[in-house]
């Protein structure tokens, strides 16, 4: 890649990233659910894929073990996640989604899906498509970018 497209696509990455961010916050916050945006980060990370240590949670969302640790306790406390020891080494604790997560994921899924119906509601079919072919492309890509990546 050329350092004018590199530049294009850091470009785009940094306007899209707040764009993206603010219409999942915002459906989180319709669910009035009391919850950190840490905490949504991580629901939001285990419903792509359930049952991940903690170090491999950390490492997704971007934090720290210890602040990881602390934000899944107060899941747990709310009945959102559990916590098992791994079986083939006990010094490894899996994280994994509640069913009532899974519900709470659903229905910011909804919220968003509500929140965009309005906005979306002048694109013709094809406009929706080339939407959803383009982030799945990119995400494609930055999943090939990301050579540590554990979730995906």
Not at 9 to 37: C, H, Q, V, W
Not at 42 to 54: F, G, H, P, Q, Y
Request: hydrophobic letters at 40%; a positive charge.
């Amino acid at each position: 890649m050329n350092e004018k497209a590199r530049k294009e696509s850091i470009d785009a990455m940094f306007e899209l990233y707040p764009r993206g961010r603010k219409l999942i916050y915002e459906a989180f916050n319709k669910l009035e659910d009391d919850l950190t945006r840490t905490q949504q980060i991580i629901l939001l990370a285990l419903s792509v894929r359930d049952n991940l240590s903690m170090s491999q949670l950390a490492s997704k969302i971007c934090t720290s073990n210890e602040q990881a640790t602390r934000a899944v306790t107060q899941l747990v406390d709310k009945g959102l996640v559990n916590r098992q020891q791994n079986k083939t080494n006990r010094r490894v604790v899996n994280i994994s989604l509640t069913p009532k997560a899974k519900e709470h994921v659903e229905a910011a899924k909804k919220a968003v899906f509500t929140a965009t119906t309005d906005i979306t509601s002048g694109l013709s079919y094809e406009d929706l498509q080339t939407i959803t072919d383009s982030i799945h492309t990119v995400l494609n890509l930055l999943k090939k970018l990301d050579a540590n990546d554990v979730i995906y």
